[in-house]
């Protein structure tokens, strides 16, 4: 259900969204994206170029930080724009559990034709891992 | 070494085309986790006014990235692809991406600039229909560390 443009105001939250990146889903990505640098996949060569260990791509954590925007907007096909800057790396470590990913969102202005901007917190383990991480939605 | 500012405006013949397929983008969509039916179910897609199951607003890297490639790869830009790494993207849909769409790809230098001994390349890539009609136009920026 797509919330209607008169409930929402500069202020209004989305609601948070807590997902976990694996090193299957790396692989999964990998292959969907056709992204296949190694550094999302295999340990040795991330240690050699000076990462702490296997990282996840940057455009799965903003894949996913975008999913809470088109859960909320209720038709995917409103996201008229969205954009991001990769501030942090976010390491999977090679286990069951993965990386902890969380997605906040509000809306941070009012634009014309009922169109909205969202400005979102993409944090993991705490720390912001997307910064100016934001979407224009066209709401009704 | 520092980026040209005359690479500034470059632009590059356009890609092969991409059929866009209902399987890839359900693909796509199971990689982020999307289980929305909006992105596999063409009934679910109509109703929510749209002719063909869509692609979710990120799927437009899977073009961009082999248009960027041509750019990152191309000698007079000369950028050392080994200390490259994702700064920046932008996606700007003029429509969504949607099963069966024929799209071509083309990739212009939009900026490059040097911070702090970084060497930063700012690539569009403006995706289109066979037809010419105007789907999506991305901004990539890619930080080459330490090579100005």
Redesign the interface.
């Not at chain 1, 292959?31 to 992204?35: M, P």
């Not at chain 1, 209720?74 to 096909?77: E, Q, R, Y």
């Not at chain 2, 199971?30 to 999307?34: E, Y």
């Not at chain 2, 790494?85 to 849909?93: A, K, P, S």
């Given at each position: 259900m797509s919330p209607r443009p008169v409930d929402v105001t500069v202020g209004t939250e989305l609601p948070e969204q807590v997902?976990r990146v694996t090193r299957a889903?790396l692989v999964?990505?990998a292959?969907?994206?056709?992204?296949l640098n190694v550094i999302h996949w295999n340990e040795r060569v991330a240690r050699e170029?000076g990462l702490p260990g296997v990282i996840a791509h940057?455009?799965?954590t903003?894949?996913?930080a975008?999913?809470a925007?088109?859960?909320w907007a209720?038709?995917?096909?409103a996201?008229?724009?969205?954009?991001?800057?990769?501030s942090r790396p976010v390491v999977v470590p090679d286990d069951d559990d993965g990386a902890e990913l969380t997605v906040r969102g509000r809306v941070a202005a009012l634009l014309d034709d009922g169109r909205v901007r969202v400005d979102l917190t993409v944090t993991s383990g705490g720390e912001k891992v997307l910064s100016?991480a934001r979407?224009v939605v066209a709401l009704g | 070494m520092a980026l040209d500012a005359g690479l500034v405006g470059r632009s590059y013949p356009p890609s092969a085309v991409y059929e866009v397929g209902r399987e890839?983008i359900a693909?796509?969509a199971?990689?982020?986790?999307?289980a929305?039916p909006?992105?596999r179910d063409t009934a679910a897609a109509r109703a929510?006014?749209?002719p063909d199951v869509?692609a979710?607003?990120?799927f437009a890297?899977?073009l961009s990235?082999?248009a960027g490639n041509v750019v990152v790869s191309d000698p007079e830009v000369g950028i050392d692809y080994?200390r490259v790494?994702?700064?920046?993207?932008?996606?700007?849909?003029h429509?969504?991406i949607r099963a069966g769409d024929r799209l071509v790809a083309t990739a212009t230098i939009d900026a490059v600039r040097t911070v702090a001994g970084n060497d930063m390349l700012t690539t569009r890539v403006d995706l289109a229909t066979t037809d010419g009609e105007p789907v999506c136009t991305t901004?990539s920026m890619l930080v080459a560390r330490g090579t100005a």
């Open positions: 997902s889903d999964r990505y292959g969907a994206s056709g992204d170029v940057g455009m799965l903003a894949g996913l975008a999913r925007v088109t859960a209720g038709d995917p096909g996201v008229v724009e969205y954009s991001v800057r990769f100016l979407a | 890839k693909e796509f199971t990689a982020l986790g999307d929305d909006v992105y929510a006014g749209h869509i979710p607003p990120t890297i899977v990235l082999g080994s790494v994702h700064g920046e993207q932008r996606f700007t849909h429509r969504p901004h």
